[in-house]
């Protein structure tokens, strides 16, 4: 049967999927199927390979791709989200999270209305939206497409668990497709992102695979610059970073 709605959510750690599970079934007013990808044993190697297999069986006219950990504020939080994008124009991918290609002060600038951690704090940094806005890319923790976007660009076969929805916020924007982040009533219960050197090795990739296109790649863990030398040599010394810190905690 056909549903207007296919939430698909990758499961790591059963306790925090059946807690996102309770949490899903007290939301009104929204016709969905869930598809739960179980990846407690390190079944797939990618986001993007467990996410393609969840797409292909899916039933619903739009995929909504969401952590585990999200949280709905409000019993019609879910609802009032999706009432707005299914409404949105040229919808290539929408969000929760997400930044504009215009830069402020020489950096990115993070647009969400969402909180996260423990104590359910703002974003840092991040400036409140009220409506639907036009975006370069959006954040993996909560993003939307269309199924026949996807048919049309399914995930690449990009290794590792980064980079997911911006990647496919650029290739939107490159055919032709508007990316939207959108107020939401929503609790991410992780602190952030997950920046260690795997996150920089996937960001390098997107750089040389987009870079011509997009001059700036804006993320909402940081500002990525693609083009010349000093983009490249900045990228390094933050992934030898990155590694050292991954050493130090081990």
């Known amino acids: 049967m056909t549903k207007q709605f296919s939430l698909i959510t990758i499961v790591n750690k059963e ?3 059946q807690e ?15 598809i739960r990808i179980n990846n407690d044993r390190q079944q797939f190697a990618s986001a993007r390979a467990a996410y393609n297999q969840a797409a292909e069986r899916a039933h619903g006219r739009y995929l909504v791709f969401l952590h585990p950990d999200i949280r709905f504020l409000t019993p019609t939080a879910l609802k009032d989200l999706l009432d707005q994008i299914v409404a949105l124009p040229k919808l290539g991918v929408a969000g929760v999270a997400g930044c504009p290609t215009e830069l402020r002060n020489g950096d990115r600038l ?3 209305t969402i909180v996260q951690g423990e104590d359910q704090e703002p974003v840092p940094g991040a400036e409140p939206i009220t409506t639907a806005t036009p ?3 959006v954040d993996e923790c909560f993003f939307v497409m269309t199924k026949d976007f996807w048919r049309a660009h399914p ?3 990009c290794p590792g668990w980064h980079f997911y929805a911006v990647e496919q916020s650029l290739i939107a924007l490159q055919n032709g497709f508007q990316n939207y982040v959108l107020p939401a009533q929503i609790w991410h219960t992780s602190a952030g992102a997950s920046e260690d050197y795997h996150y920089v090795q996937i960001a390098r990739r997107m750089i040389k695979q987009y870079g011509a296109d997009f001059p700036v790649i804006n993320t909402t863990v940081r500002k990525w610059e693609t083009r010349g030398l000093a983009a490249q040599v900045n990228s390094l ?3 030898g970073k990155r590694y050292v810190t991954t050493l130090l905690r081990r």
């Open 155 to 157: 995930f690449t076969d």
């Open 135 to 137: 975006v370069q890319t």
């Open 237 to 239: 010394l933050y992934l």
């Open 20 to 34: 996102f599970k309770q949490g899903l079934e007290k939301q009104v007013g929204v016709d969905y199927e869930l």
């Open 110 to 112: 993070i647009l969400t």
């Open 15 to 17: 306790p925090v999927y």
